[in-house]
């Protein structure tokens, strides 16, 4: 028979919901259960804790919901975990579990895979005068480093799995690596074999964020039932790489061809040059299929060489930010709530000159409920609504000057715009501004160290025989734009593709599919890289190079859009409201597209 490897994606982020894992162990079948919980973001807040706390700086999600709640049917199955749960102290979150483990009278050979952390060379890294390889940017001050780690890939998780390891424990590793380890470990994959690599990373990339790949965040969200109970993910994998998308029986959720092709686009920016630490990924030809209900095929993933770095992710204090929210009821409220607004970045300007304190680094107004995301297309109707939030958010360098907005943010609620219900939710808080500074390192310099009971096993990565060169890439075809027929109608973008975005730094992507492959030219020409960029003009604003890439992707009938320098620095570095780019793809799906009237009958 042939040999296959089923994984269940039990978590997508720190604070995914904790019926995944009890979900997929009833109903799974599954060899192993993968959890991801590091976002770059995640990683700043970790840091901070960890220096608060030396004790902490784990995921305690993982050891205090999923490890706790389901100890005795992860024994009772036999069902390995891997996951990087340990963010910055895998060696206390192991303890933690150890612990817990004890205390029902069970154990598990639990191996930590360390070495990532980069905390202890910060100095080292600064007098090498690295810059940030997006910007340019000098290396931050070590004081105010929160974190700094290098991304792993397969290579320890699957060391450890074949050292016997029941659960592989990992600080930073890619998060395609949680899959694509047991991948390597279970087939006996050669970590020179590309497109294995390739194909298996994907299959990790699919399943990373959970529930995102069964329905969650689809375009068509009403297509999908029972979100109460939606299916996690289970990827069914083969020796030739090929892998099946499924759920559990009788859970909520949708798996689909363009479902799952939602998640394969999404956050990814070259298609064909999917960076990792194992395998450059070129995704452009991969196909999905349905093969059952609720079982999608997907193939044709290829894969060059890796570079020979590690990427080391830093994460640092900005200054500090605040961000304070109040309701305005009534006629008038989106104007009444930009001029209250107005007047208290006024006020807060002339206390700080007062008292010889520098200006606001920067500002930001947002009218919730007035679409203060959609800049100029924001439609008329929104202008007129009788109920707003008004967001306001502010940097400086001094958590201090910023305690003065905090002071004066409730006094509008007597003296400025008739309407002002006060904040809601609590008082605003004052928070550090993280920023994300990126330099590759040579791989030889950061060694992975696998600890596992007595063993420890010390992994230093060879350099690929021949490094990834762009110029081996040879990228598909881009067709010339149709001939527009006589008879043309503009339907909204929904009506002819499917559409999901996702933040990638200072930048995000929107991965766009045809509905039909006859669609798939009218798209392409809609969808010009000027058109684009013009339609997202207040996302680029303060961009000093605002550039859109579009990419070709003919094996979904797809093509995968890239805003660059367009989220105001993402993540914690942002004002905006949505600094992880999740409703991009929603407001790229009202622009217009011009198809023949043949074409346009329907979704």
């Given at each position: 028979?042939?040999?296959?490897?089923?994984?269940?994606?039990?978590?997508?982020?720190?604070?995914?919901?904790?019926?995944?894992?009890?979900q997929?162990?009833?109903?799974?079948r599954?060899?192993?259960?993968?959890?991801?919980?590091?976002?770059?973001?995640t990683?700043?807040?970790?840091?901070?804790?960890?220096?608060?706390?030396?004790?902490?700086?784990?995921?305690?999600?993982?050891?205090?919901?999923?490890?706790?709640?389901?100890?005795?049917?992860?024994?009772?199955?036999?069902?390995?975990?891997?996951?990087?749960?340990?963010?910055?102290?895998?060696?206390?979150?192991?303890?933690?579990?150890?612990?817990?483990?004890?205390e029902?009278?069970?154990?598990?050979?639990?191996?930590i895979?360390?070495?990532?952390?980069?905390?202890?060379?910060?100095?080292?890294?600064?007098?090498?005068?690295?810059s940030?390889?997006?910007?340019?940017?000098?290396?931050?001050?070590?004081?105010?480093?929160?974190?700094?780690?290098?991304?792993?890939?397969?290579?320890?998780?699957?060391?450890?799995?074949?050292?016997?390891?029941?659960?592989?424990?990992?600080?930073?590793?890619?998060?395609?690596?949680?899959?694509?380890?047991?991948?390597?470990?279970?087939?006996?994959?050669?970590?020179?074999?590309?497109?294995?690599?390739?194909?298996?990373?994907?299959?990790?990339?699919?399943i990373?964020?959970?529930?995102?790949?069964?329905?969650?965040?689809?375009?068509?969200w009403?297509?999908?039932?029972?979100?109460?109970?939606?299916?996690?993910?289970?990827?069914?994998?083969?020796?030739?790489?090929?892998?099946?998308?499924?759920?559990?029986?009788g859970?909520?959720?949708?798996?689909?061809?363009?479902?799952?092709?939602?998640?394969?686009?999404?956050?990814?920016?070259?298609?064909?040059?999917?960076?990792?630490?194992?395998?450059?990924?070129?995704?452009?030809?991969?196909?999905?299929?349905q093969?059952g209900?609720?079982?999608?095929?997907?193939?044709?993933?290829?894969?060059?060489?890796?570079?020979?770095?590690?990427?080391?992710?830093?994460?640092?204090?900005?200054?500090?930010?605040?961000?304070?929210?109040?309701?305005?009821?009534?006629?008038?409220?989106?104007?009444?709530?930009?001029?209250?607004?107005?007047?208290?970045?006024?006020?807060?300007?002339?206390?700080?000159?007062?008292?010889?304190?520098?200006?606001?680094?920067?500002?930001?107004?947002?009218?919730?409920?007035?679409?203060?995301?959609?800049?100029?297309n924001?439609?008329?109707?929104?202008?007129?609504?009788?109920?707003?939030?008004?967001?306001?958010?502010?940097?400086?360098?001094?958590?201090?000057a910023?305690?003065?907005?905090?002071?004066?943010?409730?006094?509008?609620?007597?003296?400025?715009?008739?309407?002002?219900?006060?904040?809601?939710?609590?008082?605003?808080?004052?928070?550090?501004?993280?920023?994300?500074?990126?330099?590759?390192?040579p791989?030889?310099?950061?060694?992975?160290?696998?600890?596992?009971?007595?063993?420890?096993?010390?992994?230093?990565?060879?350099?690929?025989?021949?490094?990834?060169?762009?110029?081996?890439?040879?990228?598909?075809?881009?067709?010339?734009?149709?001939?527009?027929?006589?008879?043309?109608?503009?339907?909204?973008?929904?009506?002819?593709?499917?559409?999901?975005?996702?933040?990638?730094?200072?930048?995000?992507?929107?991965g766009?599919?045809?509905?039909?492959?006859?669609?798939?030219?009218?798209?392409?020409?809609?969808?010009?890289?000027?058109?684009?960029?013009?339609?997202?003009?207040?996302?680029?604003?303060?961009?000093?190079?605002?550039?859109?890439?579009?990419?070709?992707?003919?094996?979904?009938?797809?093509?995968?859009?890239?805003?660059?320098?367009?989220?105001?620095?993402?993540?914690?570095?942002?004002?905006r409201?949505d600094?992880?780019?999740?409703?991009?793809?929603?407001?790229?799906?009202?622009?217009?597209?011009?198809?023949?009237?043949?074409?346009?009958?329907?979704?």
């Amino acid at each position: 028979m042939t040999k296959i490897v089923r994984i269940g994606g039990a978590g997508g982020f720190l604070g995914d919901s904790s019926v995944a894992a009890p979900q997929l162990l009833r109903g799974g079948r599954l060899d192993y259960m993968i959890l991801d919980y590091l976002a770059e973001a995640t990683m700043s807040s970790l840091g901070q804790l960890r220096a608060a706390r030396p004790d902490q700086g784990y995921a305690r999600d993982f050891t205090d919901w999923v490890w706790k709640d389901n100890l005795r049917e992860l024994k009772a199955q036999g069902v390995k975990i891997v996951t990087n749960a340990g963010g910055l102290n895998p060696r206390a979150c192991r303890e933690r579990m150890e612990k817990i483990a004890a205390e029902a009278g069970l154990s598990f050979k639990i191996a930590i895979v360390e070495g990532d952390d980069l905390a202890g060379r910060l100095e080292d890294l600064k007098a090498r005068g690295l810059s940030e390889m997006f910007t340019g940017a000098p290396f931050p001050d070590p004081g105010k480093v929160f974190s700094a780690n290098a991304y792993f890939g397969a290579e320890p998780i699957a060391a450890a799995l074949a050292a016997g390891a029941d659960m592989v424990i990992t600080g930073r590793v890619v998060d395609s690596a949680l899959a694509l380890g047991p991948l390597v470990h279970a087939f006996g994959w050669s970590l020179d074999d590309y497109d294995r690599l390739s194909a298996g990373s994907l299959a990790g990339h699919v399943i990373e964020c959970g529930a995102q790949a069964t329905g969650g965040l689809f375009t068509d969200w009403e297509d999908v039932p029972d979100w109460a109970h939606i299916g996690y993910p289970i990827i069914e994998c083969h020796a030739d790489g090929s892998f099946i998308v499924t759920k559990p029986e009788g859970t909520g959720g949708l798996v689909s061809p363009a479902a799952v092709a939602e998640q394969i686009l999404y956050e990814v920016g070259d298609p064909q040059g999917y960076a990792l630490p194992d395998v450059v990924c070129d995704f452009t030809q991969v196909t999905v299929e349905q093969v059952g209900e609720h079982r999608v095929r997907v193939a044709g993933a290829k894969g060059y060489p890796p570079s020979d770095r590690y990427k080391v992710c830093v994460t640092f204090g900005d200054g500090f930010r605040f961000i304070g929210a109040s309701p305005v009821v009534g006629r008038d409220a989106a104007a009444k709530g930009r001029r209250q607004s107005e007047a208290m970045l006024e006020r807060i300007g002339e206390m700080l000159r007062d008292r010889n304190l520098p200006p606001l680094r920067d500002s930001r107004i947002e009218i919730l409920g007035a679409e203060a995301s959609y800049g100029a297309n924001a439609s008329a109707a929104a202008r007129a609504v009788r109920e707003v939030v008004c967001r306001i958010g502010a940097e400086h360098e001094s958590a201090e000057a910023l305690g003065l907005m905090m002071r004066e943010f409730a006094s509008p609620t007597t003296s400025m715009s008739v309407g002002t219900t006060g904040w809601f939710g609590g008082a605003p808080t004052i928070t550090p501004v993280s920023r994300v500074f990126s330099i590759l390192l040579p791989r030889q310099e950061v060694a992975a160290i696998v600890s596992l009971g007595d063993q420890t096993l010390t992994i230093v990565p060879d350099s690929p025989a021949r490094a990834f060169n762009v110029a081996d890439v040879i990228a598909p075809p881009v067709p010339a734009d149709p001939e527009p027929e006589a008879d043309m109608v503009t339907v909204p973008l929904i009506d002819v593709a499917w559409a999901r975005s996702g933040d990638k730094g200072d930048a995000f992507n929107i991965g766009v599919i045809a509905r039909r492959p006859e669609l798939l030219p009218w798209i392409r020409a809609g969808l010009s890289e000027d058109r684009v960029k013009a339609w997202f003009a207040h996302e680029f604003e303060g961009a000093s190079a605002p550039k859109v890439i579009r990419y070709e992707l003919p094996g979904m009938d797809a093509i995968n859009l890239h805003c660059i320098q367009a989220l105001g620095g993402g993540q914690f570095s942002s004002l905006r409201v949505d600094p992880l780019a999740k409703g991009k793809a929603q407001q790229l799906l009202d622009i217009g597209i011009d198809i023949p009237r043949a074409l346009a009958a329907g979704r």
